[in-house]
Nanobody, 117 residues
């Protein structure tokens, strides 16, 4: 089992920056890929960024060039640096961890990001 706790959300003006953090605990050795998702009101949860165990990263088109995912395996942390924020980035952001060799996923409780225009 893996537990994930996000932090760093808040209210920011358009054009500003925020850094989200997610700490993993429990059996962290089973974690392969770590992801950030978001869910805006009335919309489906969507993948924002991915960091694989080999160091590869992926970004969705809406955030490419503005967001950066990074990972500190020694601290069991994953971060999402969000720059040039837009009102449409407003959402609850969730940390997600995928287990090696299975389809098991673990989720954090989410952290609210609100961007005022």
């Amino acid at each position: 089992q893996v537990q994930l706790v996000e932090s760093g959300g808040g209210l920011v003006q358009a054009g500003g920056s925020l850094r989200l953090s997610c700490v993993a605990s429990g059996n962290t050795r089973i974690i392969n890929t770590m992801n950030w998702y978001r869910q805006a009101p009335g919309k489906q949860r969507e993948l924002v960024a991915t960091s694989t165990s080999s160091g590869a990263t992926y970004y969705s088109n809406p955030v490419k060039g503005r967001f950066t995912i990074s990972r500190d395996n020694a601290k069991n942390m994953v971060y999402l640096q969000m720059n040039s924020l837009k009102a449409e980035d407003t959402a609850v952001y969730y940390c997600n961890a995928q287990q090696y060799f299975t389809s098991l996923n673990y989720w954090g409780q989410g952290t609210q990001v609100t961007v005022s225009s």
